[in-house]
């Protein structure tokens, strides 16, 4: 099992920065893969971004792509997911997800582990 806490989440005016955080514990050798998912009010839930534990290699959906950044520090078993530029669209709960299957991906069905979610609101 590995187990995941999301923090960082917050209300933050349109244009503004916040740093999402995800700690993992348990057995992290089962999680290659880290991702970040978001779910706005209504609707389906939305892959962010995603980093491999090993390389760092990264994908990102294209509406955030140049304005967030996901990083791991394999040290702190942590994942960041660096916000800027934040758009009232931004806003949503913020899941941190874990998967053990090699190579990224951006489909929620593959990711085994979860946590329990920030909020994230931006005001415009």
């Known amino acids: 099992q590995v187990q995941l806490v999301e923090s960082g989440g917050g209300l933050v005016q349109a244009g503004g920065s916040l740093r999402l955080s995800c700690a993992a514990s348990?057995?992290?050798?089962?999680?290659?893969?880290m991702g970040w998912f978001r779910q706005a009010p209504g609707k389906d839930r939305e892959f962010v971004a995603a980093?491999?534990?090993?390389?760092?290699?990264?994908t990102y959906v294209g509406s955030v792509k140049g304005r967030f950044t996901i990083t791991r520090d394999n040290a702190k078993k942590t994942v960041y997911l660096e916000m800027n530029s934040l758009k009232s669209e931004d806003t949503a709960v913020y899941y941190c997800?874990?998967?053990?299957?090699?190579?990224?991906?951006?489909?929620?069905?593959?990711?085994?582990?979860w946590g329990q979610g920030t909020r994230v609101t931006v005001s415009s």
């Open positions: 997800a874990a998967t053990s299957r090699v190579g990224l991906t951006d489909s929620a069905a593959e990711y085994t582990y």
């Open positions: 980093i491999d534990w090993r390389g760092g290699y990264t």
């Open positions: 348990g057995r992290t050798v089962s999680s290659n893969i």
